[in-house]
C-alpha cells in the first residue's frame, strides 16, 4: 500500500513537472507585445519641430490608460502590451506662436492636430514589435459646434422612450451668427460588428463607397473626401432670420413638447408619464423637426409625428423614417454643414452591400469641405464598437451615454473657459476629450462641475 502510494505520488510529481516545464516553455514564447506607433503629420504639410506629443493607449478590457512621449523620429514606444483591443489617440495643440515656428505659416487662434485608431487588435507575439502608423491632421474648426446630443432617449414604459430626443447647437464665437440654412447630418456608416459583403469594406473596416451603387458613379475620393447621410435637416431663414448671439444656442426637438405630460398620439391614444423626472421639458426648445410634410405620396405617416402650435420645423432635405430619428444605441455621426450649391442634385447611393439602387434606403453624398462641426458617438460598451465614419481631422475620437439607450444620458461639449461671462465650449475634434455624459438632458443648459 506504501509503495502504491509512494509511486502514484512519484507519477503525479513527474506530471505536474512537465505541465510546468511546459507551461515555462509556452510562457517564455508568449512574451508581452512591444507596441510602438509612429505619427507624422499631414503631407500636405511642412513641419520643422512639430513633435514633444503625447499618445495615449486605452485598453478596451481594462479600461487602463497608458501614456507615452514621441521621441525625435515621432515614435511612442509601448512595452509589455497584453493582447486585446485598445483606443489610441493623439491630440496635438499649437499656439499660433508655435505653429508659426512650425510650420511657417500664420494663424490667430490655436490649432489643433488628431490622430486615432479605435479598437485596434493588438495580438499576441513572440516578443517582435508591433509598429502602428497614425497620421496627424489639422482639425476642422467653425464658430459653430454641436453642444448636446440626447439620442439615447428615456425609459420605455415610464418615460417618453424616443419621443424626447433633442439636438443643441451652440454659438462658439464672439460675434453674432446666422443659424439660417445650417444643415445637421446624421452621418451613416456601418451599424453591425459583422458584415456579410467584406469585400466591400475598407482596411479599417467601414464601407469602401468607392464600390457602392447610386445615382452617379462612385468617384475615387469617395472615402476621403465625403460623407454620407442618412438624414439631413436645415434650418429655414433667409440668411438674416435667426441670430444666434454669442455663447447661445439653439434646440431642435423630435417633438416641442414638455415630455414631462401625457402625450396624446394622433389615433387619440394617451401615454402616461409615471417617471416625469426621468424625461425633458421641451416646450422651450427652439426648433422641432416634422416629417410628414416630405413623405411620399401614398406613404403612410407616424402617429406621434405632431406639429407644436407656434414652433417652426427645420426643413427635411433627406428623411430617414417617418419622424426625426436619432439611433438610440449611439452608431451613427453627426455633423455641421452649410452648403452653397443645390442639395437636391447631389448623387446618392445605396449600402455598398446592395447591387441596385430599385427599392433601396439612399444616402446622400456631402462633401466634407463643407463641414463646420462634427461629433461621432459609439454603444456604450467596448464589444458594440463600430469602425469610425468620421476621419481624425473632423472627430478624432467618439463620446457615448454610458448607461446605454433609454437611460436618460446625454452628451454634452465640455466648457473650456468663461470670458466675459461667455462660455466658451471645448472644440478641439476629439469628442472623447470635449464630451462628457450628463443626466438628465438639460435643454439649453450646461453641466455643472
Known sequence: MQRT???????????????????????SELKATTLEVQVSYDNELSVSNGGDYMVQLKNLITNQVDSAKANAAGIARFDYVSNGKYDIQITKRFSPAAYQQAFGA?????????????????GIS??????????????????????????AGSDLYKAAALRDNFFEIYNNSDKVLYADSLCMMFVYGRLSTTYRAADKLLESGQFDWTKAVGTAPAPANANTDYLYAQAIYMFPGDGKTYPVQPGQGLVVARSAINHQS???????????????????????????VITTPYLEPGESESLIDIPTPGKKSLVVIQKFGKTMMMDNIGRIGYAL?????????????????????????????????????????????????????????????????PLGSYSSQAVI?????????????????????????????????????
Open 126 to 151: 513572440s516578443g517582435a514589435v508591433t509598429r502602428l502608423n497614425l497620421v496627424l491632421r489639422q482639425s476642422v474648426t467653425g464658430d459653430w459646434v454641436i453642444k448636446q446630443l440626447y439620442y
Open 337 to 401: 454643414f452649410r452648403a452653397p450649391s443645390d442639395m437636391a442634385n447631389w448623387p446618392k447611393y445605396a449600402e455598398v452591400k446592395e447591387s441596385t439602387i430599385e427599392g433601396k434606403t439612399l444616402y446622400t453624398r456631402v462633401p466634407k469641405k463643407y463641414i463646420i462641426d462634427a461629433v461621432e458617438t459609439q454603444p456604450n460598451t467596448a464589444d458594440r464598437r463600430l469602425p469610425k465614419k468620421l476621419s481624425a481631422e473632423l472627430d478624432a475620437g467618439f463620446t457615448y451615454a
Open 262 to 288: 401625457p402625450f396624446t398620439n394622433k389615433n387619440g391614444k394617451v401615454y402616461q408619464v409615471s417617471r416625469p423626472d426621468l424625461t425633458v421639458d421641451l416646450s422651450k426648445a427652439d426648433f422641432e
Open 106 to 122: 500664420h494663424v490667430d487662434s490655436e490649432v489643433t492636430f488628431n490622430a486615432a485608431a479605435t479598437s485596434y487588435q493588438v
Open 5 to 27: 502510494t509512494i509511486l502514484l505520488f512519484s507519477c503525479s510529481l513527474l506530471a505536474l513537472l512537465a505541465g510546468t516545464a511546459c507551461r515555462r516553455e509556452l510562457d
Open 413 to 449: 461639449r465640455k466648457v473650456k473657459e468663461v470670458r466675459d461671462g461667455r462660455r466658451i465650449l471645448e472644440d478641439t475634434n476629439n469628442s472623447s476629450n470635449d464630451f462628457e455624459s450628463i443626466m438628465p438632458a438639460i435643454p439649453g443648459g450646461f453641466k455643472e462641475k
